[in-house]
T-cell receptor
Framework: RKEVEQDPGPFNVPEGATVAFNCTYS??????FFWYRQDCRKEPKLLMS???SGNEDGRFTAQLNRASQYISLLIRDSKLSDSATYLC?????????????FGQGTTLQVKP | DAEITQSPRHKITETGRQVTLACHQT?????MFWYRQDLGHGLRLIHY???????NKGEVSDGYSVSRSNTEDLPLTLESAASSQTSVYFC??????????????FGPGTRLTVL
């Protein structure tokens, strides 16, 4: 079983749609969680951290369910520029090693 | 602005040659990491360092080495390049875990082809 699992997609949605991505992680000791965005052939960039209470940044909302070891990312009012691969990322254990575990990513394609 | 740079951005080499990929960060981060990214595997950790003179093996370290002589640089060396090492290589850095900040910041990547 992979340590971080994501549905690879692709998710093809029209502009303005709401889309949700899910991610599960296997290590219950993981303490910090992130969503990264990666554009084709470019480096991953931090989109947002995920907090226990859930958090929102503009059109993006992240949720964490520790009991189910499940993380989600909701994108509202999708833009063409949201087309990218979204990586679910968790700390390896408590995070005191500084190491992160990356999911393989979910690809989003927003169509006009 | 602080940044992390990699060079070269593209490299073509032949099997058996030694290749060094450079990574330089101006974040003043203690932690630095090298990953490779291949289709079907996502990002895999090659080597990492917690500070000057410290280096550690990641999950796919065979055939690679690193050295850390200062805070800013962590060069990655392929001792004898193999076709299986054709990949995109990303360098990343982060603050010390004691800061409570775990997010990593990535360089633009080096696309390496071994013929």
């Amino acid at each position: 079983r992979k340590e971080v699992e994501q549905d690879p997609g692709p998710f093809n949605v029209p502009e303005g749609a709401t889309v949700a991505f899910n991610c599960t992680y296997s290590n219950s000791a993981s303490q910090s969680f992130f969503w990264y965005r990666q554009d084709c052939r470019k480096e991953p960039k931090l989109l947002m951290s995920v907090y226990s209470s859930g958090n929102e940044d503009g059109r993006f909302t992240a949720q964490l369910n520790r009991a189910s070891q499940y993380i989600s990312l909701l994108i509202r009012d999708s833009k063409l520029s949201d087309s990218a691969t979204y990586l679910c990322v968790v700390t390896r254990g408590s995070g005191n090693t500084g190491k992160l575990i990356f999911g393989q990513g979910t690809t989003l394609q927003v169509k006009p | 602005d602080a940044e992390i740079t990699q060079s070269p951005r593209h490299k073509i080499t032949e099997t058996g040659r030694q290749v060094t990929l450079a990574c330089h960060q101006t974040w003043n981060h203690n932690n630095m990491f090298w990953y490779r990214q291949d289709l079907g595997h996502g990002l895999r950790l090659i080597h990492y360092s917690y500070g000057v003179q410290d280096t550690n093996k990641g999950e796919v370290s065979d055939g690679y080495s690193v050295s850390r002589s200062n805070t800013e640089d962590l060069p990655l060396t392929l001792e004898s390049a193999a076709s299986s090492q054709t990949s995109v290589y990303f360098c990343a850095s982060s603050e010390s875990p004691s800061s409570g900040r775990y997010e990593q910041f990535f360089g633009p990547g080096t696309r390496l082809t071994v013929l």
